[in-house]
């Protein structure tokens, strides 16, 4: 099966680092947040690729370019001009990295995308800067149980704040940022139907606005509900919060 991963956006919010390269390539434990993303595809036995670039796209296609080179230990002997690989740790992946344009909308990016998976049963579909502990490979198995066109990873949002536990008017406590009220929204991660590209008219169209609300309309968009670890990185505070999870060996989403 193929994963294909939305890795042309500007990343805005977390300018700091998004200036000089696309928001997948900002690092998290020296390696980039789409590393970490397809790491976890891979882990469910995914291995197989189509990236939609837009913004600083030859970024990316430098990376993989030199992918071999940065996970080899290696000796250059510049006076004869050879190089001698010691240890080969690349991993078994196969990727397409495809320019979807610099303006292009997430739906967009897909349909530009759909020679790619239209010879696919079904395909995973997710963002550029989110990591889960989510079982990928039982989100494809159920979605193949149910026989409809899409489906989507339903997950509860972090919590921003921490909240007080007050017993009348006094402060027992504290919990640290709760999660979100009960109510569940897209957390990516989607299984879906070649079918469903048909419903994306062109470069203007979100995947999150018509192709989807259209799917739920016509009762082909299920849910695969996921109670674990999901978090987006929109801004700094949030990449910094990844960075001191994978720092402190404590990542959810390191499955590999």
């Not at 939305?6 to 919010?13: S, V, Y």
């Not at 739906?107 to 079904?122: I, K, M, S």
């Not at 990516?188 to 203007?204: A, N, Q, Y």
């Amino acid at each position: 099966m193929k994963a294909v991963i939305l890795a042309g956006g500007l990343g805005t919010r977390i300018s700091e680092e998004t200036h000089l390269k696309p928001k997948p390539m900002v690092e998290i434990g020296g390696k980039p947040i789409l590393w970490h993303i397809m790491k976890m595809y891979s882990a469910h036995g995914v291995n197989d690729f189509v990236i939609c670039c837009g913004y600083r796209g030859y970024v990316i296609k430098e990376y993989f370019a030199n992918y071999f080179l940065h996970m080899s230990d290696i000796t250059f002997d510049m006076g004869n001009n050879l190089m001698e690989v010691h240890r080969k740790h690349a991993e078994p992946w196969r990727v397409t990295v495809v320019d979807t344009g610099e303006n292009t909308m997430t739906g967009g990016r897909l349909r530009r995308v759909a020679e790619y998976v239209a010879q696919e049963e079904a395909f995973c579909f997710t963002y550029g800067d989110g990591v889960a502990d989510v079982n990928i490979a039982e989100a494809i198995r159920f979605h193949k149980a149910h026989g409809k066109l899409a489906t989507v990873t339903a997950v509860q949002p972090p919590g921003r704040y921490g909240a007080l536990q007050i017993a009348g008017t006094q402060v027992n406590g504290f919990t640290e940022k709760p999660r979100g009220d009960g109510g569940l929204i897209n957390g990516g991660f989607f299984v879906l139907s070649p079918r469903c590209i048909e419903r994306i008219s062109g470069d203007p169209t979100s995947w999150e606005g018509e192709p989807l609300t259209s799917l739920a309309a016509d009762g082909q968009l299920m849910a695969y509900e996921h109670q674990g670890f999901w978090q987006p990185m929109d801004t700094l505070r949030e990449k910094n919060m990844l960075e001191d999870l994978w720092q402190s060996g404590r990542a959810p989403w390191k499955m590999w």
